[in-house]
């Protein structure tokens, strides 16, 4: 065998072991089958590998567990001698009273809701009473696959520039607001790409400075698909969706959330049907570029780049997203909030028949930040094309700050060259100076918009 030769891992062996056992920047080749609680420390440079190719099968890294001996206790199914207590974090909404614990429970591969008492036991539920180390179970789970969660974390953030690839990473029990790739300090350098990472019940990659995140599928994981911070990362071509199924609030952090960026890209990923905002970029990011993404059917807004600076987001397909549970020009399709210097250029956004809203910006009192004042600041929104399906639905901007500044020539914020198709041309979809404004209105009263036209349709 060579120096450069990938060296074999196979199902049931111990891979840290095998790690520890070879220099920094060795190729391990995992063989398909199933790998249950690893948690891997990579030294520098090492590469963790799959098999390529639907044909060869899959290597499998699981933090779950099999149960398989189940009593009768208080008149449900129980498993006992359960002693996991992972790390517990995070904000929950009202229908997850648990969401912060990362321990989970799947039955043939779907994860139970879990509750807060067993007098909330029903079907499809569990409830994990950590003071007696007991799993109750809404369901009978004899002739089932039983698993929980057990291990926190698939690769740990112990050295720069490790490379993973071809894998399917699954069920660890990772708390909210870390990765079960990269935990909760990822290291530089890692190149992330052609997994599936599902079923994590907290984030399922975090990311780091010069980062890779390339054809991944991240999906249904339990609070978010991506998070991370530090300077040029690129996320490129994956599919990130049905991400916080363990029901965290969409007002702490869900969805996709990139925060502390500095010339981060996100580009040409498919992002649709998370619980949350699609693209969430949040708190000092700069130099962000968004471009050539479709993002459609999020619950929240499709993106929202929230008090952050200097940044474009271009050439994207924005559509269907929101359910539509907020008012004012929130559950935007694109929406800047307490941001500055952002082109929103090329974009096509189509909002849905049941309300949401297309293009708007937010100001409200945020202080400052690394990069200046978190205002709403040279924002250019233009050459877009923009459907309104129904009657309902605004693009414009807004503030409850009490400062009217955004809405003055001085701050540079311009809506220009965009073309609309709407149900009803007489439907006043524009937002300005706290009123509701026809085209014309807008455009005659505030300069704004101009040389935007209607169609008929769009092409999209």
């Not at 002693?83 to 929950?92: A, I, L, M, R, S």
Request: hydrophobic share 35%; charged share 20%.
């Amino acid at each position: 065998m060579t120096e450069s030769a990938a060296i074999p891992v196979r199902p049931g062996d111990d891979i840290q072991a095998i790690v520890e056992a070879h220099p920094a920047g060795t190729t391990y080749s995992l063989a398909p089958g199933v790998y249950r609680n690893q948690a891997i420390s990579p030294k520098a440079g090492d590469v963790f590998e799959g098999p390529s190719g639907a044909d060869k099968g899959s290597a499998v890294l699981t933090g779950a567990v099999v149960l398989t001996e189940f009593t009768r206790h208080d008149g449900w199914w129980v498993a006992t001698d359960q002693t996991q207590d992972g790390q517990v974090h995070g904000e929950c909404d009202p229908e997850h009273p648990r969401a912060a614990y990362p321990e989970d429970v799947f039955f043939d591969d779907v994860p139970l809701l879990h509750v807060a008492a067993k007098e909330d036991l029903k079907p499809g539920t569990f409830f994990f009473d950590y003071e007696a180390d007991t799993i109750y179970f809404g369901d009978d789970p004899n002739g089932r696959e039983v698993e929980v969660s057990t291990t926190r974390t698939a690769f740990l953030p112990t050295a720069e520039n490790v490379t993973i690839r071809n894998l399917t990473i699954e069920k660890y029990a990772i708390p909210a607001q870390m990765g079960a790739i990269g935990d909760q300090y990822p290291a530089a350098g890692w190149v992330i790409e052609n997994n599936e990472i599902r079923y994590n019940h907290g984030m399922g990659v975090a990311f780091a400075s010069n980062a890779i995140v390339r054809n991944n599928h991240i999906h249904h994981n339990g609070q978010s698909g991506i998070g991370g911070n530090g300077e040029n990362a690129l996320i490129e071509g994956n599919e990130l969706s049905y991400n916080n199924y363990a029901g965290f609030s969409r007002d702490w952090e869900c969805g996709n959330k990139l925060s502390n960026q500095i010339g981060t890209s996100v580009i040409g990923n498919y992002i649709h049907h998370n619980d949350c905002t699609g693209l969430w970029i949040d708190i000092d990011n700069i130099d962000m570029k968004i471009e050539r993404n479709i993002i459609e059917y999020n619950a929240g807004n499709g993106i929202q780049y929230e008090i952050s600076y200097r940044g474009s987001i271009i050439d994207n397909v924005v559509r269907y997203n929101t359910d539509n549970k907020k008012g004012w020009l929130w559950n935007s399709q694109i929406l800047i909030q307490n941001s500055q210097d952002i082109e929103v250029r090329g974009n096509t956004v189509i909002v849905p028949e049941t309300g949401g809203n297309a293009i708007g910006l937010i100001e409200q009192e945020r202080g400052s930040g690394l990069f200046g004042e978190y205002i709403v600041k040279n924002v250019q929104v233009h050459d877009n094309k923009v459907a309104f399906t129904s009657p309902l639905g605004m693009v414009g901007a807004g503030e409850d700050s009490g400062d009217p500044a955004i809405f003055t020539r001085e701050r540079g914020n311009v809506f220009s060259d965009n073309t609309y198709a709407v149900s009803d041309r007489d439907a006043l979809h524009w937002s300005w100076d706290d009123q509701e404004l026809s085209l014309a209105a807008l455009v005659y009263l505030y300069g704004q918009e101009s040389g935007s036209v209607f169609v008929d349709t769009l092409a999209y």
